[in-house]
């Protein structure tokens, strides 16, 4: 992540867990936190944070992925979630439906053709 003319890098280690259990079919597991969930590669911060630069920003999934330091398809990944989220959002009621400038008038500069041609 930059951090002045340098850059700032986070490592986090994940401890892996045993179970003893002979029952259990899970058998390892790593530590989890909410904004770290198992087998992800990225916080969900960051996560976030790069979908958003495409979608809020008008970047490209290319230019954000190098600005960001992840790989397109993880930044194609994050613009899906954040795209998502938009497209998803329920839209306003319309109160009023109107067509201006179909039948040649209201600065339509182009005068309606005869017959419908």
Known sequence: MPYGESGLEFRRH???WWCREPGC????FTEQIPQLPAGARITMR???AAG??????????????????LSWPTEMDAFRTA?????QAPLPEV???????ADGRAGNR???????C
């Open 14 to 16: 994940k401890r892996r």
């Open 25 to 28: 079919p899970r058998r390892s």
């Open 46 to 48: 960051l996560r976030d």
């Open 52 to 69: 958003r630069r495409i979608r809020d920003a008008a970047s490209t999934v290319i230019q954000a992925a190098r600005d960001l330091h």
């Open 83 to 87: 795209a998502h989220e938009v497209t």
């Open 95 to 101: 109160k009023v439906l109107g067509i201006d400038g």
């Open 110 to 116: 182009t005068p309606p053709r005869a017959n419908g």
